[in-house]
């Protein structure tokens, strides 16, 4: 998903020249807080710099408490308050040689950081990219038709929002484990995928697209939900009232006309990788961050930027102003999983997602967020789901499911799994769903992938 020329070729290698003469400098300070670790990088300043720092943070799981960031001229100083996962402060040896590595002397140049923690090579396996809209049984249909057209799905991460989804799968040939890399099968793949993604209310268009090489997936599947607007809303793609995702941050946007930068204030719930998720955004909207200053100590966090656009102005209508209060609010949306969490950990064979996330079509339930990987033989999957219906989903429905797939599931407790009052609750709450679940067959009887459409006549 990088396309090179000439020109990047020449700014490459200024770049290698820029961090040879003035390399990233990383310290660690163990003293200074007590609660937090302290991590300063200081290096030239270029574009993207302060992404692929926060990038490196990000996937080794640490949690950024606070931090004061300033690039304005030709220097890039950064300080961090660290902890890890738990709230802890880090040890002084792996995880603090890591970002050494990661960040300082040794990596040479910001570019390596796509090797670092996190970052999923796909050398070994081909990168298929989905957008369009979302809808009851989609992922059930699309894991069909890959395992139809024999590809194994080693690893994948799926996420919807704004009634659009993205995805990132990762697959290989089911015979042989290799990279798919036939035109003619990788064109058939594309349409097939293309074909279940239209549907028939996408207004806006469905996107598959396909290749070999590697990518940060959330990184990407943050610029394909932004080029997908997924910030927009229309008439077809509306918030239900009382959603988890329908709780808006507070973001305010205004000109700093003394000193020539547009402030961006951010105030939402605080979580894992929130920075990463509004530094990509703003990165991917041209923009770039001079100064900021974050603080997400306590249960909400904030957030502000001082940022002009590439272009060195900063935010000149109405129009762009109200754009990016939109894209914020979505960047901070995406990642928040709306849904009961089931967790699925057994061993992995062809088909088990094909299987996997019929019974869940089957049993009324959507799936709102997906991460699927492969730890060897083993298959370690987790899924959020909510009942088709829009109503809660019931522990008879999940208890249905775990008997109907016949492997561990672990469900993460949540007020959203309640017990059905009565029969007749129990059996209406299926009826949507099985239309859901009728309209998908219909998908897939349509190409090829099922015996019978009896059910749906």
Request: some cysteine; charged content about 25%; aromatic content about 8%.
């Amino acid at each position: 998903m990088h396309y090179w020329s000439p020109s990047l070729d020449v700014d490459y290698e200024f770049e290698k020249l820029v961090n040879r003469m003035h390399p990233p400098r990383v310290t660690v300070d163990q003293i200074t807080d007590k609660k937090s670790t302290l991590i300063k990088v200081d290096s030239a300043n270029k574009r993207g710099s302060l992404l692929e720092v926060v990038q490196v943070l990000t996937d080794l799981n640490l949690l950024i408490k606070r931090a004061y960031i300033s690039s304005d001229g030709g220097w890039f100083m950064d300080v961090f308050h660290v902890t890890d996962q738990y709230g802890n402060k880090l040890s002084e040896d792996i995880v603090t040689d890591h970002i050494l590595q990661s960040l300082g002397r040794r990596g040479c140049s910001f570019r390596s950081l796509r090797g670092s923690v996190g970052v999923q090579y796909a050398s070994e396996n081909t990168t298929i990219e989905l957008t369009g809209r979302d809808r009851p049984g989609l992922l059930s249909e699309v894991f069909a038709v890959l395992a139809d057209l024999k590809c194994n799905v080693v690893a994948a991460e799926i996420w919807t929002h704004n009634s659009r989804m993205a995805s990132i799968v990762y697959i290989t040939d089911e015979e042989t484990s290799l990279p798919i890399n036939d035109p003619d099968r990788l064109a058939k793949i594309k349409q097939l995928l293309l074909y279940v993604l239209k549907g028939d209310l996408d207004r806006r268009g469905a996107q598959t697209a396909v290749s070999v090489g590697f990518t940060h997936t959330q990184r990407r599947l943050h610029q394909l939900m932004y080029a997908d607007r997924d910030y927009d809303t229309d008439e077809y793609d509306t918030v239900p009232e009382g959603s988890s995702s329908g709780r808006k941050p507070v973001v305010t946007v205004e000109n700093c006309v003394e000193r020539g930068y547009t402030v961006v204030n951010l105030r939402c719930p605080d979580r894992p990788k929130l920075l990463f998720d509004t530094v990509c955004t703003l990165t991917d909207m041209q923009y770039v961050v001079f100064h900021s200053t974050i603080i997400a100590e306590g249960p909400e966090a904030f957030q502000e930027f001082y940022i002009r656009h590439t272009d060195g102005c900063p935010i000149s209508s109405e129009a762009e102003r109200q754009r990016v209060i939109h894209c914020l609010e979505a960047a901070v949306k995406r990642r928040v999983s709306e849904g009961l969490r089931l967790e699925l950990c057994g061993d992995d064979r062809i088909g088990l997602l094909s299987d996997v996330t019929r019974i869940f079509r089957e049993n009324g339930l959507s799936v709102t967020r997906a991460e699927v990987t492969t730890r060897g033989s083993t298959a370690v999957n987790a899924f959020y789901v909510i009942d088709s219906s829009g109503q809660q989903v019931k522990s008879e429905t999940i208890e249905a499911v775990r008997n109907a797939i016949g492997e561990t599931i672990k469900v993460k407790e949540d007020e959203t799994l309640t017990k059905s009052k009565s029969p007749a609750q129990q059996t209406g709450g299926f009826s949507l769903g099985n239309l859901f679940r009728n309209r998908s067959e219909k998908f897939l009887y349509n190409l090829g992938l099922i015996r019978s459409c009896s059910e749906v006549a």
